[in-house]
């Protein structure tokens, strides 16, 4: 049985909306604001057409555009954004752990913006690059409040299911966590 194409099936804006889901937390953004906030990265996008291509064929890490959309957002809501890990650095996952729990855990609305690479084997390249957010975490589990509804879709990361370092993909931790990629999001005290 055929099964109609759903938003997100197609598209590769992931990004954007991890970063829209993380002010929903946040600030409680509705439908039109969000679509206001999309409409706005749309046609900064389609003023630069190399980035616009990046984006569309996947030919980026995303980085750029979820920080342009950030400094967005950022004159439109209070916001504080603290990026707890640069480009080079390589936390253990305990220590990425940590610092999101930590984050979490704080007062007040809280989001954490991450990409996530998925393998499906050690050897292969990543099957999936995605952006998402999360809301929470225990002990164990890192909730994600995530834009698929892919039936496969990650929405919860395990504390044991994921590494922080490329090379360090194996059979058992299939997940790259892209330090450099965590963005905190909260309200101003």
């Not at 598209?11 to 953004?29: E, M, P, Q, S």
């Not at 604001?33 to 409409?39: E, I, Q, S, Y």
């Not at 504390?159 to 892209?178: G, P």
Request: glycine fraction near 2%.
């Amino acid at each position: 049985m055929l099964k109609p194409f759903y938003q997100g099936k197609l598209d590769t804006f992931c990004a954007i909306y991890a970063v829209l889901n993380a002010l929903r937390l946040t600030h409680g953004i509705r439908t039109l604001k969000a679509r206001d906030l999309l409409n706005e990265t749309l046609i900064s996008l389609a003023a630069k057409p190399s980035m616009l291509r990046d984006v569309l064929e996947q030919n980026t890490d995303y980085f750029d555009l979820v920080d342009d959309l950030l400094a967005t957002a950022r004159k439109k809501f209070p916001l504080v954004i603290h990026t707890p890990f640069i480009e080079d650095d390589t936390p253990s996952p305990a220590d990425l752990w940590g610092v999101c729990q930590a984050w979490l855990t704080g007062d007040g609305p809280r989001a954490i913006v991450l990409r996530f690479l998925r393998s499906l084997k050690p050897e292969s390249p990543p099957a999936n690059r995605h952006w998402t957010t999360a809301d929470r975490m225990d002990d164990m589990i890192l909730h994600l409040f995530d834009c698929s509804h892919e039936a496969e879709a990650i929405l919860n990361i395990r504390k044991e299911s994921f590494v922080t370092c490329q090379k360090k993909v194996n059979k058992d931790q299939l997940l790259y966590i892209q330090p450099a990629s965590l963005r905190f999001l909260r309200l101003p005290f």
